[in-house]
Protein backbone atom coordinates (compact mmCIF):
# COMPACT_ATOMS: atom_id res chain seq x y z
CA UNK A 1 0.00 0.00 0.00
CA UNK A 2 1.28 3.51 -1.00
CA UNK A 3 1.49 6.33 1.85
CA UNK A 4 -1.25 9.17 1.23
CA UNK A 5 0.92 12.49 -0.23
CA UNK A 6 0.15 15.70 1.47
CA UNK A 7 -1.06 18.46 -0.89
CA UNK A 8 0.19 21.65 -0.53
CA UNK A 9 -2.08 24.36 0.51
CA UNK A 10 -3.41 26.68 -1.86
CA UNK A 11 -3.90 29.15 0.52
CA UNK A 12 0.28 29.30 1.50
CA UNK A 13 1.41 28.30 5.13
CA UNK A 14 -0.76 29.18 8.05
CA UNK A 15 1.30 31.06 10.64
CA UNK A 16 -1.71 31.98 13.00
CA UNK A 17 -3.54 35.42 13.65
CA UNK A 18 -0.94 38.21 13.35
CA UNK A 19 0.31 39.76 16.98
CA UNK A 20 -1.75 42.92 16.47
CA UNK A 21 -4.96 40.53 16.18
CA UNK A 22 -3.86 38.54 18.89
CA UNK A 23 -3.25 41.97 21.07
CA UNK A 24 -6.92 43.29 19.90
CA UNK A 25 -8.40 40.14 20.99
CA UNK A 26 -6.83 40.42 23.96
CA UNK A 27 -8.11 44.00 25.09
CA UNK A 28 -11.06 43.44 23.91
CA UNK A 29 -11.57 40.58 26.33
CA UNK A 30 -10.11 42.60 29.34
CA UNK A 31 -12.90 45.14 28.31
CA UNK A 32 -15.65 42.21 28.60
CA UNK A 33 -14.12 40.68 31.83
CA UNK A 34 -14.27 44.93 32.91
CA UNK A 35 -18.08 45.24 31.96
CA UNK A 36 -18.90 41.96 32.70
CA UNK A 37 -18.01 41.67 36.32
CA UNK A 38 -19.88 44.93 37.86
CA UNK A 39 -22.90 44.49 35.42
CA UNK A 40 -23.31 40.72 36.44
CA UNK A 41 -22.95 41.53 40.30
CA UNK A 42 -24.31 44.94 40.28
CA UNK A 43 -27.70 43.07 38.42
CA UNK A 44 -27.35 40.53 41.29
CA UNK A 45 -27.17 43.16 43.86
CA UNK A 46 -29.87 44.82 42.35
CA UNK A 47 -32.58 41.77 42.23
CA UNK A 48 -31.45 41.22 45.68
CA UNK A 49 -32.36 45.08 46.94
CA UNK A 50 -35.82 44.49 45.11
CA UNK A 51 -36.25 41.07 47.01
CA UNK A 52 -35.67 42.56 50.48
CA UNK A 53 -36.22 46.01 50.20
CA UNK A 54 -33.23 47.51 50.85
CA UNK A 55 -30.79 50.30 48.69
CA UNK A 56 -26.94 48.94 49.77
CA UNK A 57 -26.39 45.74 48.16
CA UNK A 58 -26.22 47.26 44.58
CA UNK A 59 -22.76 49.25 44.90
CA UNK A 60 -21.60 46.43 47.50
CA UNK A 61 -22.16 44.44 44.24
CA UNK A 62 -20.34 46.92 41.52
CA UNK A 63 -17.69 47.33 43.66
CA UNK A 64 -17.42 43.11 44.04
CA UNK A 65 -17.89 42.35 40.71
CA UNK A 66 -15.21 45.16 39.77
CA UNK A 67 -12.49 43.47 42.28
CA UNK A 68 -13.40 40.23 40.71
CA UNK A 69 -13.08 41.18 37.31
CA UNK A 70 -9.68 42.92 37.99
CA UNK A 71 -8.36 39.69 39.90
CA UNK A 72 -9.32 37.62 36.67
CA UNK A 73 -7.54 39.48 34.48
CA UNK A 74 -4.64 39.83 37.04
CA UNK A 75 -4.63 35.92 36.95
CA UNK A 76 -4.94 35.49 33.24
CA UNK A 77 -2.48 38.20 32.07
CA UNK A 78 -0.57 39.51 34.85
CA UNK A 79 1.20 36.72 35.61
CA UNK A 80 3.30 35.14 33.20
Same mark, same amino acid.
Given at each position: ?18 ? #? @?? @???? *? /? #??? /?? $?? #? ?7 ? *????? %? ?6 ? #?????? /?????? $?????? %?????
Amino acid at each position: MSEPTQQPDPYGPSEGPSP #T @AQ @ADAM *G /A #TII /AY $LV #TGPALFGGI *GFGLD %RLLDTAFI #TPIGVV /AGMALS $LYVIWL %RYGSP
